[in-house]
């Protein structure tokens, strides 16, 4: 199952809503005294993870979910994929958040209540 990654539609050039027009892409050049010293899209990626950013690439779209068994959750994840979602967020159970096996003492009653339960990585 493969996903493509979708494309905001592209424009020659861009303006705000008074007029001025608006480059692409600002590089460190642009900032007058700022911290910015990086391309977008290069490490240490403080200006973002793609070169031009969500012109032109939109964001992920993600619905939080997680529910039932690993193999339920996993099912879930394939509809929403097949549905058009291009990102994943996780809702993991109580224990599995604070690190505990579903078996443990302190995990009776909270395993599955707020999201999946995931002891081990196959």
């Known amino acids: 199952m493969t996903h493509e990654p979708r494309s905001a539609p592209e424009r020659d050039e861009r303006r705000t809503p008074s ?10 050049g642009d900032v007058r005294g700022g911290t ?30 997680g529910f039932g068994t690993a193999a339920e959750t996993n099912a879930r ?13 996780v809702a993991f159970d109580l224990p599995t958040q604070m690190g505990y096996d579903s078996d443990a003492k302190v995990a009776d009653g909270e395993v599955g209540r707020t999201g999946v339960a995931i002891d081990t990585v196959d």
């Open 36 to 65: 910015a010293g990086e391309h977008p899209g290069e490490f240490p990626f403080t200006r973002g993870i793609h070169p031009s950013m969500y012109r032109g690439r939109l964001w992920t779209m993600r619905q939080y979910a």
């Open 77 to 89: 994840f394939r509809q929403l994929l097949d549905a058009g979602q291009s990102g994943l967020s």
């Open 19 to 28: 007029g001025v027009p608006v480059a692409p892409v600002c590089g460190p």
